[in-house]
């Protein structure tokens, strides 16, 4: 595995009770006498403290400090409080000063994948892990171990282990220096990208689309708006009680009783300057007299007749009372270009006064299916076919984005047809996108109509599902091609299509929900690339955010994703995710 560090990264992986840390305090001098220079990361699964309970930088870090920085003339350290979950690995190889080391080495997190010595004492009655870690590069036992063709030595033989290490870091150490000075980055072949790569690289290739409407509220759910709304009035409009009660001078309290003047309900007021001794009777929103600063609520009243006492309550000056433009004074920006809008966003605009606002024009998509294998569904099928599903999954993903669809329905394996009913496509829509036709073994028929019309590029994404696909430009429109498989094109979409989509409507700063959950199952993937599952998140007795997996997870089976309501994204630093440890989670309800 690559995380892309210019130095090489060699774990010691074993149980606890094995003696890693004691085996690593004797190990390091011999390998800084051989001139590495080294970088530790300790992985603990328990709580631990760094400093010591009294010292200025305890107290400072424990009176609220979140980060913490001590300096002294030979060393510095930063602490840092990561109370919501804990920093993912890569991140903490990134803080590592790589141009002072040759080597980071790791002791503990065996379940995340990268190089690793295995430490093994046959006393500690634990299993072995390389039979089941192709990351495992070498083994130190205490005993003989001869179903294994990896290199094995004695964990008590300091000098063989610090040995290997020095072989298995010097070469390297070179070759990274030597690319290192070669070139200022790493560079992924577009043939092989991330799922952040792709992404990048398809936003910076896709714009807003030109074009504004104006909409009127009641049909703003989901558009996006083109300019900034500015508020016309004060809110509230006026000074106004905040619950039903009596309106008095603020310069007047303390009196036995007042005398009630009027009886004020909202949209009426009292025009009178409200004199000392006086008091309005009040509903909640309705205009606060002349003077009428403070307001004493019904509860804390009794009125007899025309007077009302206070029962001893105590009373503030300014209490109960809503100013003129407290919540937003006129002037004011409401929401910004390129928010969507929801029913609280309506609502708002609507309180303001306005019965339209000016939005993006609705994006315009054109979706197909290929193959001659896939058949309309509604009519009796055919040998050797099977049913779209495809394009009628992604139209319920495109609804859901509040997109104008344009069906061309399923196009066979004929160059000419494809081309033809491609390049209509792209004179009429803003986006085209079809599903099929992207892998290494499928047919050429869709890519040679592609390569007439536009620049395609055919990615393989560090994913599963949805490892093919296809972006680029028709007529300069934008053009996906998604992964035939039902589940794929879900997960593609998600992943690549809806930020795509939701940028060329106007919406900015737009980022997926993803929180950390606690798996019930054990989850595998596979060292290098992130995996995708179908999970069901949900909260258990204590409060807690567990997810579960919906079962098997082959691509092709499309009722998982009818039946989850979350993906499960594992990095590709981890190949393992035990019951009971954190994962990240993409909740998926209001996206499909």
Not at 370 to 385: H, I, R, Y
Not at 417 to 438: C, F, N, R
């Amino acid at each position: 595995m690559n995380y892309s560090l210019p130095i090489p990264i060699l774990g010691f992986a074993a149980y606890s009770g094995t003696g890693k840390t004691t085996l690593l305090e004797a190990l390091l001098p011999k390998l800084t006498q051989a001139g590495l220079r080294i970088g530790m990361l300790k992985h603990a699964h328990h709580n631990f403290d760094v400093d010591k309970e009294g010292k200025d930088s305890y107290r400072l870090r424990k009176a609220g400090a979140s980060q913490m920085l001590i300096s002294s003339r030979n060393r510095f350290a930063l602490m840092t409080e990561t109370p919501e979950s804990e920093s993912e690995f890569d991140y903490l190889l990134s803080r590592f000063d790589t141009d002072k080391l040759d080597v980071i080495l790791v002791e503990g997190c065996k379940n995340i994948a990268f190089p690793k010595i295995e430490l093994h004492r046959d006393e500690v009655g634990k299993p072995w892990l390389y039979p089941n870690d192709d990351n495992i590069i070498a083994i130190a036992a205490d005993s003989d171990v001869t179903d294994t063709s990896l290199p094995t030595m004695s964990i008590n033989d300091l000098d063989a282990i610090a040995q290997f290490v020095i072989d298995y870091v010097k070469p390297k150490a070179i070759e990274s220096r030597s690319k290192a000075a070669s070139s200022c980055c790493d560079i992924l072949s577009p043939a092989f990208l991330s799922v952040a790569q792709g992404q990048e690289k398809i936003l910076s290739l896709v714009d807003t689309v030109s074009g504004v409407d104006s909409c009127s509220i009641e049909s703003g759910y989901g558009r996006v708006l083109a300019e900034n709304i500015v508020s016309p009035v004060n809110v509230p409009q006026y000074t106004n009680s905040a619950m039903d009660g009596y309106a008095i001078r603020g310069d007047d309290l303390g009196r036995e009783q007042y005398q009630v003047v009027a009886e004020v309900l909202a949209g009426h007021a009292y025009n009178q300057p409200l004199e000392k001794g006086q008091a309005v009777k009040i509903m909640t929103g309705a205009p606060t007299p002349l003077h009428g600063d403070t307001v004493v609520m019904r509860e804390q009243a009794t009125q007899t007749g025309d007077l009302v006492t206070f029962n001893g309550a105590s009373v503030k000056q300014g209490q109960n009372v809503r100013q003129a433009g407290e919540d937003l004074a006129i002037g004011s920006d409401v929401f910004a270009q390129g928010q969507r809008l929801s029913s609280a966003e309506m609502g708002m605009i609507a309180s303001l006064g306005f019965g339209a606002c000016p939005v993006y024009r609705k994006l315009k998509v054109a979706v197909f299916s290929t193959g001659d294998e896939v058949q309309a569904p509604g009519s009796e099928q055919k040998a050797n076919s099977i049913y779209d599903s495809n394009r009628f999954t992604i139209i319920g993903m495109l609804e859901k984005l509040g997109c104008e669809i344009l069906d061309f329905g399923i196009l066979e394996d004929n160059e000419a047809l494809m081309i033809k009913a491609l390049e209509d496509a792209s004179t009429q829509a803003d986006i085209v996108i079809t599903s099929g036709g992207v892998s290494v073994g499928d047919a050429d028929y869709i890519k040679l109509a592609l390569d007439k019309l536009g620049q395609i590029d055919f990615w393989r994404i560090n994913m599963r599902p949805g490892r093919p696909l296809a972006f680029g430009q028709i007529n300069n429109k934008p053009f996906f091609g998604l992964p035939g498989n039902p589940v794929a094109v879900m997960v593609s979409f998600i992943n690549f299509v809806e930020p795509a989509l939701r940028k060329m409507q106007g919406e900015q700063n737009w980022q997926p929900l993803k929180v950390n959950a606690i798996a019930t199952d054990n989850l595998r993937s596979r060292q290098g690339r992130t995996e995708f599952s179908r999970g069901v998140y949900e909260l258990d007795a204590t409060g807690q955010l567990t997810v579960r997996t919906t079962g098997k997870q082959g691509s092709g089976i499309l009722r998982s994703m009818s039946e989850a309501n979350c993906l499960i994204e594992i990095s590709p630093a981890v190949d393992t995710v035990k019951s009971g440890e954190s994962v990240t989670i993409i909740p998926l309800q209001g996206r499909i």
